[in-house]
């Protein structure tokens, strides 16, 4: 049994692909097979379901067996290999970052400033995408740390809490509900709203209140980024629940309004950051995270 097939095999298990696991590790999609049935002929146990088609690898029992114990040795050979690479210096190393819109750029930058500040050599490459494709990101190892809102639990996958974004109406400023103290989930009835597209995290959580309240809005636009929802807020299109930190600059240029939820109605939005579960973290990508992830900001008052 050789460390490489493991590897492979954690891959297999954590991304549920084989082109994936494939392409994270630079080899070919045949030698990928060829390596797991080498492994399942030397442990005479078969490790995957194989399903016909373009569906996902299902894992045996004594597959998730073996994934519990060998994806420990893998972050233990990985951990062994970074001791004899670093240094008590970050330097030149290297971070690569995949984060949804709404967070990467609003929440994550007054974060990451003063990290970069004191490691000027430090290379961080960051990169925005879906929530969807975070996940894949961080599952094929393309990516070190992934940040999402709404983060929820997959195989393979280790979620650290990166904070709480209290939720608030936004609107335009000369909106009948814009000089409101605040306001109740009640007051959106009926009201023209611009949300987020049915698949993203956030919209799901934000459908999940209203309807919790009774309340029923009328949908004008759904939109899969924050900046473009805020624009159409801002030409008078409808009204929307965002994280208040995601409208600072629009409220303060005096585009759009923020209006607080009513004590009874306050949410808000927690955000995560993606890790995979088997690999082991170098010291630039731990002292990364302990930046970002040390601040949790609570709920107002």
Known sequence: MELRDLKLFCKLVETRSFTKTAAASCVTQSAVSQRIQALEEELKQALLIRRRGRGAVGITDAGQALYDDASHVVAGAEQILERFRSSDSLGSSQIRVATVYSVGLHALPPRIKPFLLRNPDLKLHLEYSRTDRVYEAVLAGS????????????????????????????????????????????????????????????????????????????????????????????????????????????????DLCLVPLAETDRFARPTGALLLASRFRSRAVQAFLKEVCSQQPALPD
């Not at 990166?162 to 989930?185: I, K, N, T």
């Not at 929802?229 to 930190?245: H, M, Y």
């Open 143 to 254: 990516t070190d740390v992934g940040i999402v809102a709404c983060p929820s639990a997959r195989q393979g996958v280790e979620i650290r809490s990166f904070g709480l974004e209290e939720m608030a109406l936004v609107c335009p400023p000369e909106h009948e509900l814009s000089h409101r103290h605040h306001v109740g989930l009640s007051d959106l009835g009926g009201r023209a709203y611009v949300a987020f597209a049915a698949d993203i995290p956030t919209r799901r959580l934000v459908d999940e209140r209203l309807a919790a309240a009774g309340v029923l809005v009328k949908v004008v636009a759904e939109l899969e980024n924050v900046e473009t929802i805020k624009n159409l807020i801002e030409i008078g299109a409808g009204v929307a629940l965002l994280p208040e930190v995601t409208v600072r600059r629009e409220v303060r240029a005096g």
